[in-house]
């Protein structure tokens, strides 16, 4: 099995480096992070990003506060379709999407893969029918997943993975890939851990925003992100434990597991170079 590094939407806040940390002109560069792999048991999308639908009817899909505060791009080569295509593959075999958390930017693409599955945490499937609040009522989009037909929900239970709940045995995928509960930016919110011949590969969504929040023993993020975590935390104190508990993973385990994050352009760059062209799983 194989892993691919996509990245299924471009945004470009206001802000330049006071966001991400590098740019030097007025707008940011933020990514959205997804991974395709490969297995025996057909494609499997981690996070779809922006949908086709979402590029042809932006405004009737999204909310108009999260486009101009992100800014955007809608553009088609920013979507999995498009990404899928573009490595030779039929978007029509991926089978399953796992998915981090239902955040507008992470949960548009599911209706352009009608066949699959769609694997997420009990509470935030819950959560995001529920939309209490004016934060959550933009966040989630009923549309992105109003037509999905398979879904599979899962509670916080399993075997420990190094000192996080895990939920493993994903119905219908190889035991290799595991949900891995990081509740704080969404009541429901999930990394998804892959074991592979290297190690361990840790998407960690939205736990955390900007490539020094983790590495080291102390915390660096820029201003604009330290204040997006904050607008969009449903719960800080579990955010911010489980962002700790995350950086203690880098730091003490650095090579047995490797992390990212689904909006760091920096580190999108950095995993996709390193794994696009030869990172392989363990016989799935």
Known sequence: MRIHHLNCGCMCPIGGALFDGFSRGLTASLVCHCLL???NQGLVLVDTGFGLRDINASLSRLSPFFINLNRIKFEEKYTAVAAIKRLGFNPQDVRHIVLTHLDFDHAGGLEDFPQATVHVMLSEFEAAQERQGLISSQRYRPGHWDEVKHWKYY?????????FEAVRNLEGLPPEILLVPLVGHTRGHAGIAIETSQGWLLHAGDAYFYRHEIGSDQRRCTPGLR??????????????????????????HSSEVRLFCSHDAIEFKKFAEQDNSHLHVNSI
């Open 37 to 39: 792999v490969e297995t």
């Open 155 to 163: 509670s916080a239970d399993g075997e420990p993975w190094f000192g």
């Open 227 to 252: 204040f997006y975590q904050w607008m969009m935390e449903v719960d800080r104190n579990a955010r911010l434990y489980n962002q700790e508990k995350l950086r203690a993973l880098s730091v003490d």
